[in-house]
């Protein structure tokens, strides 16, 4: 098959003036932005609560923070770490270690408004769609299959965007998203990654965001060893959600939980294991279980409902480039 050309570069957008900066018509805009990002935070935590999912409180410094390698998507410029009490910690880049553990040994359904710090290479702050310092809405829940997880996204994104278009209709409109954001039909569409690459090449992900008009899954990326993938076929049981011309607002997948393999994998990717002591531990002694979950980027989720041109737009204060407030 012959691979897809994109119909544009993608282009390089400026980074979001700090608030001080702003006209008045600027800040009245960026204020609308939060009252969107207050409703959504109040919807979807009241969603998962009334599933059932306990809400956790976010980790910070962590030995045992997501390593962000071998994932072909990370571009992580340096680590923030720290010493406390004689031992190397770092910034939270992801809280998917102690989404694991946590829904294994006490609370089965999880959910954490994690924070993430990522120090990315300067450039991908011009893409847009990065920043270094995010918050995702982590869930996990224990023995729970792929299609729960879709599932459960598609209708709780579908009932967020149902009551936003009945009470925010003034917002909407200001940001002239009233017409325009349309309510998904589910079940939304999947694409496995390796045909997207027969068709788009290495810039799949670009080419998915630009051509889609609903919100899609694609499956079968590889990643980092914590996701669970068959060492028969090859394939990789996990998902990431992407939103059309925005790209992706979800990562998530099923874990791994058994030692072997959890050990195989950090050995063939060549991750320090002392950082994953106790994972390992815990593997070995049978106390991990199967669990799945994922992560949604509230700053992009929110950039994609308010239709703005800069993910950081969507934050007080604009954590992208050198915005550091």
């Not at 390698?69 to 809280?95: F, H, L, N």
């Amino acid at each position: 098959m012959e691979t897809k050309t994109l119909s544009k570069a993608a282009p390089i957008i400026e980074l979001p003036k700090p608030l001080e900066q702003l006209s008045e018509g600027e800040v009245e805009r960026k204020a609308c932005i939060g009252r969107l990002m207050t409703y959504t935070l109040n919807n979807l935590t009241s969603q998962f609560v009334e599933k059932d999912f306990q809400w956790l409180l976010p980790v910070a410094l962590s030995q045992s923070t997501d390593p962000l390698w071998p994932d072909p998507g990370a571009s992580i410029e340096k680590r923030i770490e720290v010493d406390i009490y004689g031992k190397t910690v770092r910034t939270t880049a992801s809280m998917i270690i102690h989404k694991l553990i946590a829904s294994s040994l006490a609370y089965p359904k999880l959910f954490i408004l994690s924070p993430n710090i990522r120090i990315e290479k300067a450039e991908r702050a011009k893409t847009g769609k990065h920043i270094y310092e995010f918050t995702q809405l982590d869930f996990e829940a224990r023995n729970a299959s792929t299609k729960g997880v879709m599932t459960l996204v598609e209708e709780v994104i579908c009932n967020l965007l149902t009551s936003m278009k009945q009470d925010m209709k003034e917002e909407l409109s200001l940001l002239c998203r009233c017409d325009t954001l349309e309510l998904p039909k589910r079940p939304f569409k999947v694409y496995d990654r390796q045909e997207l690459e027969v068709d788009y090449g290495a810039d799949w992900e670009e080419g998915i965001a630009q051509e889609t008009s609903d919100p899609v899954w694609v499956t079968n990326i590889p990643r980092e060893f914590y996701d669970f993938e068959d060492f028969t076929t090859g394939k990789w049981d996990n998902y990431d959600l992407f939103m059309p011309q925005y790209g992706e607002v979800l990562s998530g997948a099923k874990r791994e939980w058994e030692y072997e393999k959890i050990l195989k994998k950090i050995e063939r990717d060549n991750v320090d294991k002392y950082n994953y002591a106790l994972v390992l531990k815990l593997a070995k002694e049978e106390k991990l279980k199967p669990t799945a979950g994922g992560g949604i980027g509230m700053e992009r989720l929110v950039g994609w409902i308010s239709g703005v041109e800069h993910v950081a737009e969507t934050q007080p204060f604009p954590r992208a480039g050198n915005s550091a407030r």
